[in-house]
């Protein structure tokens, strides 16, 4: 601090040089004496109020410089101009008199300068007054006359940054209004300085409504690369998670909102968030109470209503020990929703626990939409993340959450399913130790897509749920004939997308890389998939492309069928070989066509008779 001051005592010294430097010059003046003592009087206020700064800045914690920075170099600018115009009329050589021409003109200029000078001082002195009641002050300094932003947001931070705890909130307020939609402005906040402010306002604590401005402010920051990296670079990853862990509803909510939005944005941030462990305390609030009606249920259905106080005395006593590192770390089992009740019920000396339960359940559930929301940008592209939210039982409670919630909580819930069945598909590693075909976790999550597939005509929801079982195909035996069941069923949907998602996952089950492809193969014909693909090659481009694919993986695996056969799928090929222009499809679809000549001698008689 002592080193900035330093500095800050350097930058204005150069200011005040110059006006000591004045009053000899004007002095020695023996033309424009008048103007000469005029414009004197304006540099020695000028000086007087550098002094008063001066003070101001050496006393002043956590000051704000940025302000002062570029006012003093617009001063010290002004005031050097003013000294090189009084020095010209002091007596010189017959030469530099007729070659130097000064005028009044010149005087009423710099008068003007100075004038201007004197007004951003005033200004400067008013933000940093400590005995400004008012707090944010939003009168407009020369300095800032073109672009009146600069001033309001130089105020804002310096209220944010040095006033008390009421004006940093309302400044921190002012600033989220004032940058929201406006891309501009929020380049203008970040550059002038305003992140450190607003991470110390939520890292401090002071009160929830400090730290919900606070989180708001960033939130409305944070929806671009660099000024996401800008917060990064601060600190704010750890800031945010330290808040995240124990801290009223609201400001969770709000904070999960920003770890979204930043994650979202920033893959460095996501990769930070993701070292700081924010998974976890992420799943735990989303599973607050998901599975505590399960538990109660549980033990209820064991005892008789005589012992029901009983289990209440053990409720309390289970709340003062914490979970052991193996229960923690164990595999998806089936003591998941013993684990997340005794997990909750251990943080017994959170002093938010019972405001978390008393809670509104309208608030409760923006929480977890918010927290949901964290973790599906957190899994997206990320194996490592997605691998962190399956150790932490985290499939489990989605699963619960899309069998019990609606609306965007399960959407949100679906699209962190999708990322991480999206990751499993890529790192088998995950996929082996995720979705084990006798893993609790893994069969509710299938069992809840199905559902979801099945009974939603909704294709917000049905398309992410579509994309999970594809990116499941190589999880699933050949006995698991449901799955394919129902997406061959979701092949003839009258939303053409549905149609077309139906139809990629299965070419994920149907795919040379798929070890089981030949028998499921054989069940989407089975389950009469073929003439519904064959209705899907008049459709619109989408359709048409990944119907082609799928067809000619039945081909390749399944060339003697009869349904192929019947349904004239050489022909079909054969017909879309001569304007396929798809370079997936350049030499599939030529494949497919051999393999079904090697089986259909009387394809020749079908060419002429289908009609595409």
Not at 78 to 105: D, F, G, M, P
Not at 506 to 516: C, E, G, M, V, Y
């Amino acid at each position: 601090m002592a080193s900035e001051e330093k500095r800050i005592a350097d930058e204005l010294s150069y200011p005040i040089l110059f006006a000591e430097q004045f009053r000899s010059a004007a002095d020695d003046a023996k033309s424009f004496k008048l103007e000469c003592i005029e414009v004197g009087k304006y540099v020695e206020r000028l000086k007087q109020m550098l002094r008063t700064l001066v003070r101001l800045a050496t006393t002043t914690p956590s000051l704000y410089e940025r302000p002062i920075r570029r006012v003093i170099a617009e001063v010290s600018k002004n005031l050097e101009r003013a000294l090189t115009l009084v020095r010209k009329c002091k007596r010189q050589s017959v030469l530099r008199r007729v070659v130097t021409i000064v005028s009044a003109a010149d005087f009423r200029k710099v008068l003007g300068l100075l004038e201007s000078s004197m007004g951003d001082m005033r200004w400067l002195l008013s933000v940093f007054d400590s005995e400004n009641t008012t707090g944010i002050v939003l009168s407009l300094p020369p300095i800032a006359s073109n672009d009146p932003i600069i001033a309001w947001v130089w105020s804002y931070i310096a209220t944010l940054q040095m006033a008390q705890l009421t004006e940093r909130v309302e400044a921190a307020n002012e600033l989220a209004s004032l940058v929201k939609d406006n891309d501009r402005n929020k380049k203008i906040v970040v550059d002038e300085g305003g992140v450190p402010p607003l991470l110390k306002l939520l890292k401090e604590g002071a009160s929830p409504d400090a730290q919900v401005a606070a989180a708001s402010a960033l939130h409305t920051l944070a929806d671009e690369l660099d000024r996401v990296r800008s917060i990064v670079n601060e600190l704010g990853v750890q800031i945010v998670v330290q808040a995240l862990g124990d801290s009223p509803v609201r400001v969770q909510s709000q904070l999960a909102s920003l770890v979204a939005r930043m994650a979202e944005h920033d893959p460095l941030a996501q990769e930070c968030f993701a070292r700081e462990n924010v998974i976890r305390p992420l799943v735990t609030i989303l599973s607050f109470e998901t599975f505590a009606d399960d538990h109660r249920d549980q033990q209820l259905g064991k005892q008789s209503i005589h012992s029901i106080v009983q289990i209440n005395k053990e409720m309390e006593k289970k709340s003062l020990a914490r979970p052991s590192s193996r229960q923690y770390s164990n595999s998806n089992g089936s003591s998941n929703s013993n684990y997340y009740y005794s997990y909750y019920y251990n943080s017994e000396g959170s002093k938010h626990r019972r405001e978390r339960e008393n809670e509104r359940p309208e608030v409760k559930l923006c929480l977890k939409i918010s927290c949901a929301e964290a973790l599906w940008k957190l899994a997206r592209g990320s194996v490592s993340n997605s691998r962190t939210i399956t150790d932490t039982k985290g499939l489990l409670c989605l699963a619960k959450l899309v069998e019990k919630e609606e609306g965007e909580l399960r959407y949100n819930c679906l699209m962190t399913i999708m990322e991480i069945t999206a990751a499993a598909e890529s790192n088998a590693d995950l996929r082996r130790a995720a979705f084990r075909t006798n893993s609790p976790a893994a069969k509710a999550v299938v069992d809840q897509l199905l559902k979801v597939i099945r009974e939603l005509d909704s294709q917000v929801l049905q398309i992410p749920a579509i994309k999970s079982m594809g990116s499941l195909a190589r999880t699933f035996p050949a006995r698991e004939t449901r799955v394919i069941g129902q997406l061959v069923s979701q092949l003839g949907h009258r939303n053409l997308d549905v149609a077309a998602e139906a139809a990629i996952a299965l070419s994920k089950f149907a795919s040379p890389d798929n070890f089981l492809r030949t028998e499921h193969s054989k069940t989407i014909i089975e389950f009469n998939g073929v003439p519904t693909l064959m209705r899907m090659l008049r459709g619109n481009e989408l359709t048409l492309l990944h119907g082609l694919i799928l067809l000619c993986y039945l081909a390749l695996h399944t060339s003697n069928s009869e349904a192929l056969e019947q349904a004239r799928v050489l022909t079909a090929l054969e017909g879309a070989d001569h304007s396929v222009v798809n370079p997936e499809l350049r030499e599939l679809v030529p494949n497919a066509i051999r393999h079904l000549n090697l089986y259909h001698a009387g394809a020749l008689s079908q060419r002429h008779t289908f009609v595409p």
